[in-house]
């Protein structure tokens, strides 16, 4: 089944070329770091402070780390995770270097894609008239590298554990075929909420913002695994199809 949006042509839709180059607001009229996190709070996204980059480093005191800029400052990162905005406030104001990460299977999951996948899918959901809720990018770079995360609604813990896909999906190489590239992060899981900084002056930053409603997301999952699929045919070209998506267990 094809996303259908110019991709049979070999050639983008405008939205597919706005999304790559939609133009920035100026500086005087963007929102501020803390004023995004206090939105996405108020969107009900539990946030607590995570690492942020130095240089190419992590700001964590673990030599070689993992996952630079990527995980929580604390191990108690699920229990300390809030929306109360005035703590919010006092952790912005008193690491304004500090990421922030926000908790899955509580509120809300992320179903994180390959940035190119997203792309491709969001493009064919918006095109279908499906309800789509907040995306953001991570790592945009000209090399293609990067992912997509789509928050949906929380599918909290069902009672059919068969039901349940964990977050280390795409790390294992005998899920790939089934799902290729795809994660959906939920209970005991966490992703950077923007605005987050990256190594290699990347971020992390808002396609659609936090003000729209979670979708179900059973809604986005159709064309989110075909978009995976056919970018792993082409990764597989490379011989980059095993890419392991952020972020791993700290």
Known sequence: MGDGIGRYRGTESKLAQWLRRRPRKPAE???SREELLLASAAAGLPLAPAAHPV????????IGCPTPARHPLSFAWQTQSTTDPEQIERWAQGQPQANFITA?????DVLDVPLEAGRAALERLLAEGVE????AQSGDAPDGGGRALFFTATRGTPEDEDEWWPCEL?????TMDEHPGLRWHCRG????VPPARLPGDRAVEWIRGP???????????EALTDACARHADRYDEHGDHHAVAWPLTR
């Open 211 to 221: 003000e729209h409603p979670l979708p179900d997301p059973l809604t986005l999952l």
């Open 104 to 108: 899955t299977g509580m509120v809300h």
């Open 132 to 135: 789509v809720g907040p995306v």
């Open 29 to 31: 009229d963007a929102p």
């Open 55 to 62: 240089g190419y480093r992590c700001s964590c005191e673990r």
């Open 170 to 174: 795409d790390c294992h190489p005998e």
């Open 189 to 192: 899981s966490y992703v950077l």
